[in-house]
Nanobody
Framework: VQLQASGGGLVQAGGSLRLSCAASGRTFSSYGMGWFRQAPGKEREFVSA????????YYTESVKGRFTISRDNAKSTVYLQMNSLKPEDTAVYYC???????????????WGQGTLVTVSS
């Protein structure tokens, strides 16, 4: 599976962005999908994940109520709608595909190249 993330950019605090991650290959629906982020000088951290069929979603506490993950298996794409953005959301965001526990980056087999989100105060 090859993943291509897009949708990052510069936004003011309180604004919104929607990230997309398009997958190539015929087995997109076989994978749970996750979003991670990495700020400068920090470790990569879990943001959100969605199950293969989209019936289960997971969020880190700091983004609950602000971010929404979704997927369209017909389009082989996963989305991350980010609202009420804060400066601390600034990071490179990565999408990933995996089949195991969604919270650890070690459990993901494929990664996109990352898209930069910058939130100004």
């Amino acid at each position: 599976v090859q993943l291509q993330a897009s949708g990052g950019g510069l936004v003011q605090a309180g604004g919104s962005l929607r990230l997309s991650c398009a997958a190539s290959g015929r087995t997109f629906s076989s994978y749970g999908m996750g979003w991670f982020r990495q700020a400068p000088g920090k470790e990569r951290e879990f943001v959100s994940a969605i199950s293969k069929a989209g019936t289960s979603t997971y969020y880190t506490e700091s983004v609950k109520g602000r971010f929404t993950i979704s997927r369209d298996n017909a389009k082989s794409t996963v989305y991350l709608q980010m609202n009420s953005l804060k400066p601390e959301d600034t990071a490179v965001y990565y999408c990933a595909a995996g089949t195991r526990n969604p919270y650890s980056p070690r459990n993901y087999d494929y990664w996109g190249q990352g898209t930069l989100v910058t939130v100004s105060s």
